[in-house]
């Protein structure tokens, strides 16, 4: 699957507003200004409902691919904390029992970072191996063996930050495959390409035609091309990164390293 880059938005830009200058170019040169100015008389009417139309569709998907962002971004952070209080209760449990459930929270968050990111942008699903691993979290908080009745609490506790965290991972792995329909961006394209080529077509003159063509193409493309940036958040140049992930991989490791030195002693005082 291609990805939006700004390179590949920068290019598609550039290419539009050529194409419209061209255009604009040829419609000076070859097309007479009565024709034009009828066609213009006729369709301005036309073009101001087109206008307002694309202009409150766009704002529209404008609001809609933003949104799907910020709950991919939220439930991250949400999946992340919630990991995050589970390894810390981990750590609280008596003798340092629930060790093994911190080791498998690294081993999942480890798979999520090097394996299922890359899957997500690529192929817009979950990676089976994080999937296993996730579930081997919660297998290692069901087989703890509790000591006393303030272990049994904690062990509780962390299976609901972990049913959160389940929860939160689901939220992220569908908004990896959620875009915008196929039809939405035809109708986009089709009120788009309507507009540009009634301004290609105004009844003005000289270079100034043709810079006004070619200056309403790139802003009108610029902003479609937001929205693809925009559209998987997972993808491209503005695709969120395992950047929480990374630090929560780096806290829990350094629990398990104090979980498995040697206790200090402290020298009699005499």
């Avoid at 194409?19 to 034009?36: C, E, Q, T, Y």
């Avoid at 009634?198 to 070619?214: I, K, R």
């Avoid at 829990?252 to 005082?269: C, G, I, N």
Wanted: net charge negative; hydrophobic share 50%.
């Amino acid at each position: 699957m291609w990805a939006m880059t700004y390179l590949l938005a920068v290019l598609i830009v550039v290419a539009s507003s050529a194409a419209a200058a061209v255009a604009g170019f040829i419609v000076n040169r070859f097309v007479s200004m009565d024709l034009r100015r009828g066609y213009y008389d006729e369709g301005v009417r036309i073009f101001a409902q087109v206008g307002t139309m694309f202009a409150l569709l766009l704002a529209f998907v404008f609001s809609q691919v933003w949104g799907e962002h910020s709950i991919a971004e939220q439930a991250i952070n949400g999946e992340v904390g919630a990991l995050r209080a589970a390894s810390t209760m981990c750590h609280a449990l008596t003798n340092y029992a629930g060790r093994p459930v911190n080791l498998a929270i690294i081993t999942y968050v480890r798979t999520v970072v090097d394996d299922e990111w890359r899957t997500m942008a690529e192929h817009r699903s979950n990676s089976d191996a994080a999937l296993k691993d996730f579930r081997s979290v919660i297998v290692q908080t069901v087989r703890l063996n509790p000591i006393s009745q303030s272990d049994v609490n904690v062990q509780s506790q962390i299976l609901a930050q972990l049913a959160q965290a389940k929860e939160n991972r689901e939220t992220r792995i569908f908004q990896a495959n959620k875009g915008l329909p196929p039809v939405l961006w035809f109708v986009l394209d089709i009120l788009a390409t309507s507009l540009i080529a009634f301004v290609v077509l105004a009844p003005t003159e000289g270079f100034g035609h043709v810079l006004f063509a070619s200056m309403f193409t790139a802003t009108t493309v610029m902003v479609l091309m937001l929205v693809a940036l925009l559209d998987f958040p997972f993808e491209g140049s503005v695709s969120l990164a395992p950047t929480d992930f990374v630090k929560l991989l780096a806290d829990t490791s350094r629990l398990v390293a104090q979980e498995s030195a040697p206790p200090v002693k402290s020298s009699d005082s005499k």
